[in-house]
């Protein structure tokens, strides 16, 4: 597993290589010792599946705090995304920037997503997929949400949201006085 760092502290592009024969191909999506010997300890304990039927559906940006901080290894299985990080992490260097990138089937790229990150992505084609690893499990209690055009951030997409759930839409830009959530 190759990895290569993005702006944001600590989250990585990772990029495993296919071994193809008249069947087909395979391909690695996860491998906790191969992140340990890059430095990444990585505990995936939940995995979910996403399924978009359009293209320009917006998902997101969560990030869960307190006891139940949440890391991810992020991938797009069918069709292609948009994904967006955006650094949410008290006394980070890189506090409120934003990292986008596209992922798709095609080019089998994953962002390894440390805890503290708010997370989110649009849809480039119909019917697209991703599954994801999360490092702890979903707790609603510790879930928070960050505004996917909150002007505080100048998050950078390639086209505006035609699809947004009700609960999106209605996240409140951040406040003036947010200085970052902890993460243990």
Not at 61 to 82: M, N, S
Request: aromatic share 10%; charged share 20%; proline share 7%.
């Amino acid at each position: 597993m190759k990895l290569t760092p993005t702006p944001i502290a600590g989250l990585m592009i990772a990029e495993t290589p296919a071994h193809a024969d008249n069947r087909g191909f395979f391909r690695r999506a996860f491998c906790a010792p191969s992140l340990k010997d890059q430095g990444i300890d990585f505990n995936a304990v939940q995995a979910n599946m996403s399924y978009s039927a359009k293209r320009g559906t917006l998902r997101g940006l969560h990030y869960q705090t307190g006891d139940a901080p949440e890391g991810k290894v992020f991938r797009c299985i069918r069709g292609a995304v948009y994904d967006m990080t955006v650094d949410m992490r008290q006394g980070s260097a890189t506090f409120l920037q934003s990292f986008g990138i596209e992922l798709s089937a095609e080019n089998a790229k994953a962002l390894i997503i440390p805890p503290g990150l708010a997370h989110g992505f649009l849809t480039l084609a119909d019917d697209a997929e991703v599954l994801y690893l999360t490092s702890h499990a979903y707790a609603p209690a510790h879930e928070r949400a960050l505004r996917f055009d909150d002007p505080r951030v100048g998050m950078q997409w390639p086209f505006a949201p035609v699809v947004i759930s009700e609960r999106d839409q209605a996240i409140p830009d951040l406040p003036a006085d947010f200085t970052g959530v902890r993460i243990a």
